[in-house]
């Protein structure tokens, strides 16, 4: 079921009578109405693994009160373990397995040794990075008691299926999300206001912005061997924005889903492509994975490392990023992704500038020179990183980039068709929302505070966005980081 | 909660006004602003006026648009009777057979130009943007349709606000056909492009990036389809019911893009004909040269010349 469909509307709209009218003066009630809901709204997009959903959410609950009941060191050791080897076993098997083999057949290939190696069809359970990540870090925080563990099985089950992130995130820490589930929720006004700027915002992202430009990018990472060095430059350009357009929009809604329930969820991404350098960068893209991983990855390596200095640092900050590539998915494309943003780092780890921070045109309506061309050199960085993530593998990657440094680098960019025009509505529609994310880039959202402002305000900018998404809406579906 | 509702009220009552008056107006702008099909239009008005009276209608696709004019078929008959060419851009057969219930009373032959490819594939379903035109441009379905297609688009029993909210990327191909005037090697003409005799639309007699095409499918492997043969058998016979005469005509193949074997098509056109022995089929794969091309798909005046006055001594 997709935030974007008619079927999510009449489900939301149902749930939204029934939890707020129905329920809300009986928390358990409620909060089961969420368990179910989170349940109906996943077996939606995939009954097939609904059973193994509830069999991770029963371990880990059960997990986590023994992991806290017991006092021996060693059995809290091995439970642990348990819980990390089910969550690490379970996205291994079902999103590395074949991955593994055919690696590891090619790889005896290149000595000349022939494998017949066996390749299962494995179908990827929807979400699985996400609440497998929530279950991670739930018993790993019971562990070291971060955290009390709950006794309350609906409210755990609900914690690891809470249906507006379930399938793309943001990965919420129970710390989070638990004690929201364990009181009475209010709808505020603000909030409620806030949270509905931000879905209908989301939702003009996703369907303007990433569906338009999705229609280009995925005809010309098909033909880029015919196509001029500009107009390969321009899809490029077109796809990062895709991805972010596709991925924010998401976030925000699930965001903005969560406010209208009366919770608040971690925000995701916090205007990425105004950082400085590629530190800032990672500190605002997709945050609830860099932090997950920085709290149980680089923190617990860099520790480990630090008596190397910069070399042990740089090691850290390599192998945690070469781990969130793997997390995207099976491809050495993905494994590439995130070892090239590692070494991105080691300018700054050599000129100590890796914690430095500015508020950028704190007091200007513009950017300095410099700030801009900072920007630029980090937007560039990702854009030629997204290009080795979109394509089919490395080889396709290294090609698609040797093709941009050709003369017809000069040529205008210009693609088939009506892909044209669907490209001159993008370029139109991506320069309002930079105007629009410039405006609010002090804020934690876009349009956060819009409840405040006048009712008139309230209703234009809605009715710009309906009239963009009535006649420009692309014609994509689904949601690129569901494939993750 | 009261007052959150109470907005939402608000903000939801603006945008159904807003919708209403979006569609109200597209209902409006529907009939004037260039759009990619607008060619229905033209098809639609010519076969309800009555003060035309055409005995020779041709039907079929760019090919057609571009290869078949209707004004020399006619100059080179006896009589020279009335000839239009109603072909339309990506025009399937069974889009064309959408009209055949609606032919003039004066209608006496229908050419109806295929591509050759057009055998292996079963009944292509009305495309939805091309049955909202035809919709809003005064086009209604009866039950004579049903003789010979098994199944009517939905499109036509729609509600209107449906239509209408289906129909909003016409304002998207509008704008697109703007761009094409400035982007195009060759932009279009639009006065030719609503033309009933000769609906060509270039002014060059080749490509500047000829062939500009390449060719995906394999006609020597192809296989003929009998859902395709059936669907021709009906037409054919509720034509004949009205005295009407049904000419196939396969259009001409580039040499450039695509060397027929010559076995193979003998083969599967014996096969067509027996398959299909009261339909005058045209085969017309092989007529016509490379210089007589536009790009790799579309004949050039030239060709156009030939390939009607061929068709014209089919007929005679």
């Known amino acids: ?26 928390l358990k009630l409620q909060n089961l109405l969420l368990l179910v809901a989170g349940y109906i709204f996943y077996a939606w997009s995939d009954w097939r693994f609904l059973s193994y959903l509830i069999g991770i959410s029963a371990l880990n609950y059960f997990l986590g009160i023994y992991i806290e009941k017991t006092l021996n060191p060693k059995h809290k050791q091995w439970l642990l373990y348990v819980g990390l080897v089910q969550g690490i076993g379970g996205l291994a098997f079902f999103k590395y397995f074949n991955f593994f083999i055919t ?33 991670i870090s739930y018993v790993l925080d019971v562990h070291n008691e971060k955290i009390k563990a709950t006794k309350n099985w609906v409210v755990f089950f609900t914690y690891v299926s809470f249906f507006p992130s379930i399938l793309s995130g943001p990965i919420d820490r129970a710390k989070n999300l638990i004690p929201q589930l364990e009181n009475k929720r209010e709808l505020d006004y603000h909030k409620g206001i806030d949270g509905f700027f931000l879905i209908i915002w989301g939702l003009f992202k996703k369907l303007v912005i990433a569906d338009n430009c999705g229609v280009i990018t995925n005809v010309v990472f098909k033909n880029y061997l015919e196509l001029p060095s500009s107009t390969l430059i321009l899809n490029s350009f077109l796809y990062t924005i895709q991805l972010y357009a596709d991925f924010s ?19 995701n991404f916090d205007f990425p492509f105004f950082a400085q350098n590629i530190a800032e960068f990672w500190r605002k ?23 190397y200095g910069s070399w042990g640092l740089t090691a850290a900050i390599i192998f945690n990023f070469t781990i969130i590539g793997i997390w995207h998915g099976a491809n050495w494309t993905y494994v590439l992704f995130g070892f090239l943003h590692g070494c991105y780092f080691i300018p700054l780890i050599l000129t100590g500038n890796l914690n430095k921070k500015k508020k950028l045109a704190k007091d200007e309506l513009l950017p300095s020179f410099r700030e801009f061309f900072n920007m630029l050199g980090t937007f560039t960085l990702f854009m030629i990183s997204l290009i080795i993530f979109r394509s089919e593998s490395i080889s396709n990657a290294i090609e698609y980039l040797n093709r941009i440094f050709s003369p017809s680098i000069l040529s205008i960019p210009k693609f088939r068709g009506e892909e044209n025009t669907t490209a001159i509505i993008s370029l139109f529609f991506i320069a309002i929302f930079f105007i629009v994310e410039w405006k ?13 402002r006048g009712l008139s305000i309230q209703i234009v900018n809605i009715l710009f966005i309906v009239l963009a998404l009535y006649f420009f809406s692309g014609s994509m579906k689904s949601y690129i980081y569901f494939n993750f | 909660m009261n007052k959150f509702l109470k907005r939402m009220f ?14 109200y107006a597209e209902s409006r702008y529907f009939n004037f602003l260039p759009n990619d099909y607008s060619r229905h239009k033209t098809i639609v008005e010519t076969i309800k006026n009555k003060y035309l009276s055409p005995e020779i209608l041709v039907f079929g696709d760019s090919k057609a648009m571009f290869g078949v004019n209707a004004k020399t078929i006619s100059n080179n008959l006896i009589n020279t ?9 990506a025009q399937s057969v069974s889009e064309g057979s959408y009209f055949f ?7 006496k032959h229908i050419i109806h130009c295929i591509d050759y490819s057009e055998f292996s594939y079963g009944i292509l379903g009305l495309d939805k943007q091309v049955a909202l035109s035809m919709r809003f441009y005064g086009f209604e379905v009866d039950p004579y349709m049903e003789e010979y297609l098994d199944t009517l688009n939905p499109v036509f029993f729609e509600s209107n606000i449906k239509i209408l909210y289906e129909a909003r990327n016409m304002l998207r191909t509008a704008f697109h056909n703007e761009i094409r005037k400035v982007i195009d090697n060759e932009p279009l003409n639009e006065s030719l492009f609503h033309d009933i005799y000769f609906p060509h639309t270039y002014t060059l007699s080749r490509h500047p990036n000829y062939p500009n095409y390449s060719v995906e499918f394999d006609y020597d492997k192809m296989k003929i389809s009998n859902e395709k043969i059936n669907f021709l058998l009906k037409i054919d016979k509720f034509l004949q019911k009205r005295g009407i005469k049904y000419h196939l005509i396969i259009m001409p193949i580039n040499p450039d893009l695509y060397q027929l074997n010559n076995e193979a098509h003998n083969s599967n056109m014996t096969k067509i004909k027996e398959l299909i022995p009261k339909i005058d089929v045209v085969d017309l794969t092989g007529f016509l040269n490379n210089q007589d091309f536009y790009d790799g798909f579309h004949p050039n005046k030239n060709g156009a010349e030939k390939l009607s006055k061929e068709i014209s001594k089919r007929l005679n």
Do not use: C, Q
Request: proline letters at 3%.
């Open chain 1, 1 to 26: 079921m997709l935030f974007n469909s008619f079927e999510f509307v009449y489900f939301f709209v149902a749930f939204f009578i029934l939890y707020w009218f129905v329920t809300n003066k009986d």
């Open chain 1, 285 to 307: 893209w997709h945050i609830s994975l860099t932090n997950w991983l920085t709290d149980y990855v680089f923190t617990p390596l860099s520790i480990a490392f630090r008596d």
């Open chain 1, 249 to 267: 929009g998401y976030s925000d809604m699930a965001i903005g889903i969560s406010r209208l329930m009366g919770f608040s969820i971690s925000k």
């Open chain 2, 10 to 23: 608000i903000y939801s009552l603006a945008v159904l006004l807003l919708l209403a008056i979006l569609m």
């Open chain 2, 101 to 107: 219930s609606k032919l003039p009373a004066s209608t």
């Open chain 2, 81 to 89: 009777p009335i000839a239009f060419n109603l072909s339309s851009p």
């Open chain 1, 103 to 135: 690696s590891f057949k090619d790889a005896f290939h290149l000595i000349g040794i022939n494998l017949n190696t066996l390749t299962l069809n494995i179908a990827l359970p929807l979400g699985i990075s996400f609440f497998t990540f929530r279950t």
């Open chain 1, 440 to 452: 609010y880039r002090f804020n934690d959202f876009v349009f956060n505070g819009i409840s405040k």
